[in-house]
T-cell receptor, first 114, second 113 residues
Framework: KAGVTQTPRYLIKTRGQQVTLSCSPI?????VSWYQQTPGQGLQFLFE???????NKGNFPGRFSGRQFSNSRSEMNVSTLELGDSALYLC?????????????FGQGTRLTVV | AQSVTQLGSHVSVSEGALVLLRCNYS??????LFWYVQYPNQGLQLLLK??????LVKGINGFEAEFKKSETSFHLTKPSAHMSDAAEYFC???????????FGAGTRLFVKA
């Protein structure tokens, strides 16, 4: 069974540009969450999608947005990139047969903003 | 609202020594609790999960954790550290009936030869 797949693995962008990251969850998983991980702030929750609807949202500016498609694949977009957006972005999927489901993580996308 | 506190951002042990990583949670209802491990430039991998079936939970790679309601703790232990255990460890909580996973700040484990 394939795991959570994130593309691309590495990305370098310039300040002011925008970027789109992709996440393909494990087959059958309907919940997809996104996290930003930096050395200074740790693992911070961005948002969660379930059945194409945003179910939870973290405390990030509106430059960060996401969406989920009918096949549960999800994309995350960051507009007007800032140097501080450099981070490892992690995607996690859950089966959600009930509450308490564990999250399965992808390997992440390392974004560097220069 | 639930929260997770991991005591000690860095823990260093010698190879063969006991590993103890501390996690305390705050939750208004019985929670689901997890430990994850992260190796450099990788995603998080589930080590073990508490779902109220048993207070002592055994996970992969010889790790285990004990749920103590009276102490609101879920500490992770391993009897004998191996060099390959060097990684960052995250404790996480989901409130029963909830869906959002809240992660602790993480504890980086160093293993000395």
């Amino acid at each position: 069974k394939a795991g959570v797949t994130q593309t691309p693995r590495y990305l370098i962008k310039t300040r002011g540009q925008q970027v789109t990251l992709s996440c393909s969850p494990i087959s059958g998983h309907r919940s997809v969450s996104w996290y930003q991980q930096t050395p200074g702030q740790g693992l911070q929750f961005l948002f969660e999608y379930f059945s194409e609807t945003q179910r939870n949202k973290g405390n990030f500016p509106g430059r960060f947005s996401g969406r989920q498609f009918s096949n549960s694949r999800s994309e995350m977009n960051v507009s007007t990139l800032e140097l501080g957006d450099s981070a490892l972005y992690l995607c996690a999927s859950k089966r959600e047969t009930g509450s308490g489901s564990e999250a399965f993580f992808g390997q992440g996308t390392r974004l560097t903003v220069v | 609202a639930q929260s997770v506190t991991q005591l000690g951002s860095h823990v260093s042990v010698s190879e063969g020594a006991l590993v103890l990583l501390r996690c305390n949670y705050s939750s208004s209802v019985p929670p689901y609790l997890f430990w994850y491990v992260q190796y450099p430039n990788q995603g998080l991998q589930l080590l073990l999960k508490y779902t109220s079936a048993a207070t002592l939970v055994k996970g992969i790679n010889g790790f285990e954790a004990e749920f103590k309601k009276s102490e609101t703790s879920f500490h992770l232990t391993k009897p004998s550290a191996h060099m390959s255990d060097a990684a960052e460890y995250f404790c996480a909580v989901i409130e029963t009936g909830g869906f959002k996973t809240i992660f602790g700040a993480g504890t980086r484990l160093f293993v000395k030869a």
